[in-house]
């Protein structure tokens, strides 16, 4: 979901900004600039960390369909 956020900046800046990414283009440029000093990008490196590791990926759904037929004995 995405919110409108109005800010003031000075006219020489918008220029710049208008003239280097396009008007089009701001709120995308701001963004990705802002996002790694209040998002904590770290926890997503490392999920994709864990995807590119194939072992480790092998073991883990060998250990989830490994548990599947644990559940067939669960009483009700």
């Not at 440029?29 to 480790?56: K, Q, T, W």
Request: no cysteine; proline share 1%.
């Amino acid at each position: 979901m995405q919110k409108k956020l109005t800010i003031t900046i000075e006219e020489s800046v918008y220029e710049g900004l208008y003239a280097t990414v396009g008007k089009r283009n701001i709120s995308h440029f701001i963004e990705s600039l802002v996002r790694p000093h209040v998002l904590s990008e770290s926890l997503d490196a490392g999920y994709r960390a864990m995807a590119l590791d194939e072992e480790r990926e092998r073991e883990a759904v060998e250990w989830a369909e490994g548990t599947i037929g644990d559940v067939a004995h669960e009483t009700r």
